[in-house]
Structure formats: C-alpha cells, structure tokens
C-alpha cells in the first residue's frame, strides 16, 4: 500500500503554504531523473526511500544510504558504514551484501567488493556479475572501460564487448611486459631485452597504449621521467648525443624541443611551455609561450607569459585601442573574449574567474573611463561567458553555477538563488536557499531544510518536503 510523505515540521508547512504554489504534477513522471518511476529520497527521520513525482513512496524508508536507480536496480545500506544490498524496483535484495558498491558514470555496471576485499562488476542491464570478485582492484577509465588487476597483472578491459583492450602486463621484474602506470588515457610498459652483445646493456623499451582505443602510442622511448610533475618521455640514441622529448598531458603526448622549458603541472591537461627565441636582425632574445590542451590543441601562444591563478591560467591584454581581451585555460579548454568597454576608457583588466561544468566562466572586470573634465573613475561589472556568448550579470546578482543552459544567479540583498538562462531571462524566482541542474534538465531545490524538484520550465514536481533527494 502506498503512503503520502509527511512533512519535516510545522515550519516547512508553513513555507510551502506561500512559496510552493503550485501542486504536484497528477501524471507519474518516468523521464529524466525520474528515469525508473522513481527517486531516492529521505524523510524527516534521515532514512532514505524512493518516491514517483506524486510523492508516493515506492519503496518504505528504511536505509541509510540509497543510490538512484539504473537500469531497474540501485544499492542501498541499512546502516552507516553497512554492507550494501542490490535491489530491484519492489525493494528486493538481487545480489549482495558487499562491503562496497559503486555505479558507473553510465550507470552500466556497478563496481563491488566483497568481505574478502576482492573487487568484481556487477551487470545492472542483466542482473548477473559480469566480472566475479576475483580482483585486487577494479577502476573505472574515463572512457568507460576499466583497468582491473588480478594477481600483480593488469589488464583494460571493455566491459560491453567483453575484450581485452590492453594487457595483462605483469607489475614484477619476471614479467616480461611490466606494467608502469596509468595518466589520463595513458597506459605505459616497459620492457627490457637483454644486450645484442655480451657486456653491453640491456635495452629498454617504454611504450604508451591509448586506453580508449587499445592503439600503442606510434613512438617508443628509452626513458620515462617525471620533470615539475609531469610525466617525460625521451628517446636517448645509443651513443647519447642525441635527446629527444615527449610530454604527457591527460589527453596528449606532445614533442618539446630540448631547450623548451616546461611548466609546473598545475593542471594535467594544460601544458606550459616557453621557449627563447632570438631575432636574427638585431640578436635580441625574447620568450614564446605556448598553452597546449585537449588533445595536445594550442590554446595560446604569445609574448604574454599566462598566470597560474590557482585553478588556471590566465593571460590578459589591454591598451586603449584595442580594448581588453583575454584567454583563460582551465583543464585543457580555453575561455576566450573580447570584453565590450563604454568609450573613454583608459585601462581594464579581468580577474576572480569562476569555471563550471557546462564550459562556462564568470568573471569581474574592472575598468577606469576618463570623464570630459579629465579626472578617471573606476568602475566594475560581473560577466558570464558561455561558449561565444557574453552578457553582463545583472547588478545585486552573482553566479552561484551553471549547467544544462541554466545559470544559477544568487540575489545578494535577499540571500537567496534562482534559475536564469544563458541571456540572463529569469526561469523562477530567487527564492530558493539552494538550487542544482541536474543532467535531465530537472532541478532539485532546497527552502531552508527542505528539499524539492522543479521542471526544466520552473514548475513543481515535488513540493519542498524531503530533507534530502538523490538524483
């Protein structure tokens, strides 16, 4: 029998009276977040259940921890630190217990370990073990295949296919392919293969295999550094007078010239590097920098050196005919404008960047126009930039995040959130005490304590009742 949430204390009744205006919708919604029927959600007690968008409870609140459904099946504890159970739509246990249980980013597989600490994969679509819990590790890749390892041997593995992308590679010295390590899509192995003269020194091989798609990097090397952090590959001839460079970003390998200096690695998919150039009309000596990202693509380069502002980098460029442009570079992608400023201007510079997930930035420029009377004043305004597209924040309004074509802005005299579009046009009021776009376009929003879910237009779903949802 179905049961009607109660909600979390007079208080919130009260608030909902005159915020929450709207019902929720009549219609179960099985969309978006709402994928499976259902959401996880937890009651005024701390224990979590699953409700449709009705606010019916599906599934009695019993656990101390639940994860959203995928593909019919979530993972639950009935206790903090527990072990956790798979369950099916009707709450019952499919698989389990494991001292841990972890969806994929697809929502695929579910990645367990067992009480003996030996990993395995769970198959959410077929409700069977894909991989047994054989495994003394079990990583997911960021291209969706997994790296396991199984008795010092490692292996990358294409789950759906059920191959073998790359490996087994040993982790000790009798192994004859030894496993060295993993950055971003990068897998490297040694081998060593005994002298082609007797007395002469074994020859060592380090190889890069790309773990999206199994292909060995077409450049093999005879020695693997680490130089400010980052990961260097050099190909050294036999008689050492010749050296050779590769640095590897997440994404990229990328030649440097011997003489190129290479940057602190501040950020794993943006690569620094200057080099000193001379001008052979006069002999003068200047330094090009350059900025790789994302598959080793040029961001930048110039005669500005780029700033570590702590997240990324930053190079900004102003003068009085040109105006003030910048580039900013923030894990391998570059945030580049051109910033309108009101005629008479006489200096302008861009600082306290923000970045969010939809490959958006915020900023603040400050600029200072020259009056008719001669004196200067400084001025300030809060920009957004979201692909090509730059608008001002409107004053009293700061950005709080940005997601899915929706820009969280937060009132500063109220104190309190609302959704807005890319230009800037209100989607709800700023009456929220916290609000987070969820992938689907759904919003789950909190009013004080409690939390609710809004639709991609700004109606409700679910009134402010729950003190926790899981999306």
């Not at 590959?233 to 390998?253: C, E, F, H, L, N």
Request: proline share 1%; charged share 20%; net charge negative.
């Amino acid at each position: 029998m179905k049961k009607r949430l109660l909600t979390a204390g007079i208080s919130v009744v009260l608030i909902l009276s005159t915020v929450c205006a709207f019902a929720a919708c009549s219609d179960t919604r099985t969309d978006g977040i709402f994928s499976e029927g259902v959401i996880a959600v937890a009651n005024e007690d701390g224990l979590w259940g699953y409700a449709d968008s009705n606010g019916d409870v599906a599934i009695n609140y019993q656990y101390a921890q639940a994860t959203p459904f995928r593909n019919g099946v979530a993972a639950v504890a009935y206790s903090s630190g527990g072990k956790f159970f798979i369950i099916d739509k009707e709450g019952a246990h499919i698989s389990g217990p494991y001292d841990s249980a972890a969806f994929s980013k697809d929502g695929k597989w579910i990645v367990v370990k067992n009480d003996s600490g030996f990993y395995g994969v769970y198959d959410t679509a077929n409700k069977t073990m894909k991989l047994d819990c054989v495994y003394d590790s079990v990583s997911e890749l960021e291209n969706g295949f997994f790296l396991t390892c199984y008795e010092t041997y490692y292996t990358v593995t294409d789950l759906s296919a059920g191959t073998t992308v790359a490996g087994p590679f040993g982790s000790g010295s009798s192994a004859d392919v030894t496993y060295e390590g993993t950055q971003g899509k990068w897998l490297f192995t040694k081998t060593v293969s005994a002298a082609a003269e007797e007395g002469g020194a074994d020859v060592v091989t380090y190889k890069a295999i790309d773990m999206a798609t199994g292909e060995e990097y077409g450049q093999t090397w005879s020695e693997m550094i680490t130089y400010n952090g980052w990961t260097v590959m050099r190909s050294v001839s036999a008689d050492g007078s010749a050296v050779r460079r590769w640095v590897v970003t997440d994404s990229a390998v990328i030649e440097v010239s011997n003489d190129a200096g290479i940057g602190s690695m501040n950020d794993s998919d943006t690569l620094l590097v200057s080099v000193s150039v001379t001008d052979s009309s006069d002999s003068s000596q200047s330094t090009v920098y350059t900025l790789y990202g994302e598959n080793g693509a040029q961001l930048y380069t110039g005669n500005t050196a780029p700033v570590w502002n702590g997240d990324s980098y930053l190079v900004c460029n102003y003068d009085e005919s040109a105006g003030l442009s910048f580039t900013a570079a923030k894990e391998g992608v570059a945030y580049s404008a051109n910033v309108p400023l009101p005629e008479g201007h006489t200096w302008a510079d861009a600082a306290n960047f923000s970045f969010y997930e939809s490959g958006a930035a915020s900023f603040e420029v400050s600029y200072r126009v020259r009056g008719q009377d001669g004196t200067e004043e400084t001025h300030n305004k809060y920009m957004f930039l979201s692909g090509g597209n730059l608008s001002e924040v409107p004053e009293g309004y700061t950005v709080e995040s940005a997601y899915g074509g929706r820009v969280v802005l937060r009132n500063t005299a109220a104190d309190r959130v609302g959704v807005f579009d890319m230009n800037m046009n209100a989607v709800t009021e700023c009456i929220y005490s916290g609000v987070e776009v969820t992938e689907s376009g759904y919003m789950i929003v909190r009013l004080g304590k409690a939390y609710g879910v809004l639709a991609e237009d700004g109606a409700v779903v679910m009134d402010c009742v729950y003190t926790a949802i899981a999306a």
